[in-house]
């Protein structure tokens, strides 16, 4: 069965400090996605990064950076420099590759960053 | 950038009533889902649509939900009659067709809340 824990529910930092999200993934595939989206204070799903089973490859994208250990299931997330706009929840989400159908969420991070 | 339009984005309705929630996919997209979001919990699978037929849909989605693509643009989310349980954020997404193209983009969701 499909399954996606992120351990920490709440997270605060102060701005500019570092900030790790934690996600572990649980799958019996041998392909599949892994996605980060971004729900701020107003609602909407943003998509952040997809990344495919096969592509181990680590990706940085301005603050945000991408660490995917295929040998520990796990798929976190590090926002560098954290700003108070960074403040949302984060869900990691796990999808099977070729229907693609459900997408399996964690049940998120609320991410609060001080000033 | 092309976007998952929704509306309402916020419907207020007594317990019992039918309530239709709609959504205007990518116009190039070929999947259509809906996804519900209790307040505070994780984000949930209802259904996923191709074809114009019903793909796949999880246990929540029971007789009580119907979807449709009436019109060639616009797909719907019915609920027949509410239940106080059904109050939540409800997203559509929609993606396109072909390997890789499963990134789901999300629409800024319609707010239900049954009294």
């Known amino acids: 069965a499909q399954k996606v824990t992120q351990a920490q529910t709440e997270i605060s930092v102060v701005e500019k400090e570092d900030v790790t999200l934690d996600c572990v993934y649980e799958t019996r595939d041998t392909t599949y996605y892994l996605f980060w989206y971004k729900q701020p204070p107003s609602g909407e799903l943003v998509f952040l990064i997809r990344r495919n089973s096969f592509d181990e490859q680590n990706e940085i994208s301005g603050r945000y950076s991408w660490n995917f250990q295929k040998s520990t299931s796990s798929f976190n997330f590090t926002i560098t420099a954290s700003q108070v706009v960074d403040s949302a929840v984060y869900f990691c989400a796990l999808s099977e590759a070729y229907t693609g159908n459900q997408f399996y969420f964690g049940t998120g991070t609320s991410l609060t960053v001080i000033p | 950038e092309p976007e998952v339009t929704q509306t309402p984005s916020h419907q207020v309705t007594q317990m019992g009533q039918e309530v239709i929630l709609r959504c205007v996919p990518i116009?190039?997209?070929?999947?259509f889902y809906w996804y519900r979001q209790i307040l505070g919990q994780k984000v949930e699978f209802l259904v996923s649509?191709?074809?114009?037929?019903?793909?796949?849909k999880s246990e929540i989605f029971d007789d009580q939900f119907s979807v449709e693509r009436p019109d060639g643009s616009n797909f719907t989310l019915k609920i027949r009659s509410t239940k106080l349980e059904d109050s939540a954020m409800y997203f559509c997404?929609?993606?396109?067709?072909?390997?890789?193209?499963?990134?789901?983009?999300f629409g800024a969701g319609s707010r239900l809340t049954v009294l």
């Open positions: 116009s190039n997209h070929l999947y």
């Open positions: 997404a929609s993606r396109a067709q072909g390997a890789g193209a499963n990134v789901l983009t």
């Open positions: 649509f191709y074809n114009n037929e019903i793909s796949e």
